[in-house]
């Protein structure tokens, strides 16, 4: 069943000879002797009745078909020792949580209450990953997570968590700033999310606010929201974000809100549970953690 498998010994050694060029270096890094590394190469291409090594009097160099595999093969080489590190990892006294998140989410409100969770697991390790927003991923590895309520986990158990609340943010001293108290955004420079263009225009009817440019989608562009907040700190415009993400800016006077409406109608994050997972103690938890969270909605734990 498993005769097409090469050994991850050969494996290793085919992938040094290819990064190094050469039977010489690779013998050295993997502590090998020459004849050893090149016999494992032997053995490789016998295996697969190829030619994956091309050698002459200048050394050795990869064929285009030993090219391709080396391509190949060497994502997998990575992700298997990733694997091998994330088992060796394991607590023996704990659990291990999978969570995948939104990294906005992640990064402003999640991050800075997860002590809480901690406290109350100290037992539990969290491995806290990004659910790419807008993806479709064909295996999705994580045991909860948390995304816009309209990602692609077909079989995952889904509950609505929060509505995301976003305000325009401005520089403290921005030349429009008192304009756009006044609902006059007609001369002022909009920042862009580069995932959420058209959201000016939904936020502007939402508001009520007339006086718009008359290139709503045109400006500055970026890819996350941090870069964005920065170039509102920078005064290179005005950005739309979510109220969380800014909150501790706006308490600090670093930022200040351009307008006082909040919209809240403009997406919503959901609760994702695998399945198979969902009767685990430690998901069971965090589940009943986050919701609880969500609920009273509990302060940060650090400034």
Not at 55 to 67: F, K, M, P, W, Y
Not at 93 to 118: H, I, K, Y
Not at 130 to 152: G, L, N, R, S, W
């Amino acid at each position: 069943m498993h005769r097409h498998i090469p050994s991850t010994r050969a494996l290793l050694i085919f992938d040094a000879v290819a990064r190094h060029h050469g039977v010489g270096k690779a013998a050295q890094e993997l502590f090998l002797t020459h004849s050893a590394v090149s016999q494992q190469l032997r053995q490789l291409e016998g295996q697969q009745g190829l030619q994956l090594v091309r050698r002459s009097a200048r050394g050795t160099d990869l064929t285009e078909v030993g090219r391709r595999y080396h391509a190949q093969i060497v994502g997998d080489l990575l992700r298997l020792q990733n694997h091998t590190r994330e088992a060796m990892a394991q607590r023996a006294d704990g659990t291990s949580l999978q969570v995948g998140c939104v990294p906005v989410f992640a990064e402003r409100w999640l991050l800075p209450r997860l002590p809480t969770f901690l406290a109350e697991e100290p037992a539990c390790s969290v491995h806290l990953q990004v659910y790419p927003t807008q993806t479709y991923m064909a295996e999705i590895p994580f045991d909860v997570a948390v995304q816009y309520d309209d990602a692609a986990w077909p079989s995952a158990l889904q509950q609505p968590l929060l509505r995301e609340a976003c305000v325009a943010v401005c520089a403290p001293g921005s030349r429009h700033r008192r304009a756009m108290e006044r609902g006059d955004f007609s001369a002022v420079p909009l920042l862009q999310l580069s995932s959420r263009l058209g959201a000016w225009d939904d936020w502007f009817a939402h508001a009520g606010v007339a006086h718009t440019p008359a290139h709503s989608l045109g400006g500055h562009r970026f890819d996350l929201f941090s870069m964005l907040v920065e170039a509102v700190r920078a005064d290179l415009g005005v950005g739309l974000v979510p109220r969380y993400f800014v909150e501790r800016e706006l308490q600090s006077g670093d930022l200040a809100l351009a307008h006082p409406f909040v919209d809240s109608g403009l997406r919503g994050y959901s609760l994702f549970v695998a399945r198979e997972r969902a009767q685990e103690r430690a998901v069971q938890a965090f589940v009943h953690w986050l919701t609880q969270a969500v609920a009273s909605q509990v302060p940060v734990t650090a400034p």
